[in-house]
C-alpha cells in the first residue's frame, strides 16, 4: 500500500457531471494507491502512519505536530496509478495495482481506520474508480510517501 500525503491549507475532490464534492481546510490529502496482495495488516499500518506524521509546524516552526494534534481534516482519494511501472515504454502498466474487487474493501477499511483516529466529522473521500477533479493548496510544500512494504 502506498500513499502520498500532502499537507494542505484546503483541498477538495469534485466529480464532472455529478453532485459530488467534499472539501477540506487545514490538514492532509491523502492519495492512496492499494497493490495486489495488501491486507488489513497493510491497512492499519499506513493509515496510522498517516494520522500521526509530524509534518505541521510546532511552535518554533519545526515539523514536530501530526494532523491529530492540529485536529486537522484529511481528504482521501483513491489512485490506483501510484503503481503505475513506467520502466518500461511510454506507457504505465498497472499490473501491480490491485483490482476494485480486492481493493475497494481495504479502501473502505483505510477510511474507517483513519475516522477511528481522527474523527468521523475530520475524513471526506472521493468515490472510488470515479473520474475525479482534485484542487488543493500544498502549504510548504510538503509531500511525503508512506508505504507498507519495501
Excluded: H, W
Excluded at 491497512?43 to 501530526?66: H, T
Aim: hydrophobic residues 40%.
Amino acid at each position: 500500500m502506498r500513499a502520498v500525503v500532502q499537507r494542505v491549507s484546503s483541498a477538495s475532490v469534485k466529480i464532472p457531471g455529478e453532485k459530488y464534492s467534499a472539501k477540506i481546510n487545514k490538514g492532509l490529502l491523502i492519495l492512496l494507491g492499494i497493490k495486489s496482495g495488501d491486507n488489513i495488516d497493510d491497512v492499519n499500518f499506513v493509515s496510522d502512519r498517516c494520522s500521526r506524521l509530524r509534518i505541521f509546524a510546532d511552535s518554533e516552526n519545526k515539523m514536530n505536530i501530526s494532523v491529530q494534534d492540529i485536529k486537522g481534516e484529511v481528504l482521501i482519494i483513491s489512485q490506483f496509478t501510484l503503481y503505475g511501472e513506467t520502466a518500461k515504454g511510454n506507457r504505465p502498466s498497472f499490473i501491480e495495482a490491485a483490482k476494485p474487487d480486492e481493493a475497494i474493501p481495504l479502501y473502505e477499511e483505510f477510511i474507517k481506520r483513519i475516522i477511528y483516529n481522527l474523527g468521523d466529522d475530520k475524513v471526506k473521500t472521493g468515490i472510488f474508480g470515479a473520474m475525479m477533479d482534485i484542487e488543493l493548496i500544498n502549504e510548504g510544500p510538503v509531500t511525503i510517501i508512506v508505504e507498507s512494504k519495501k
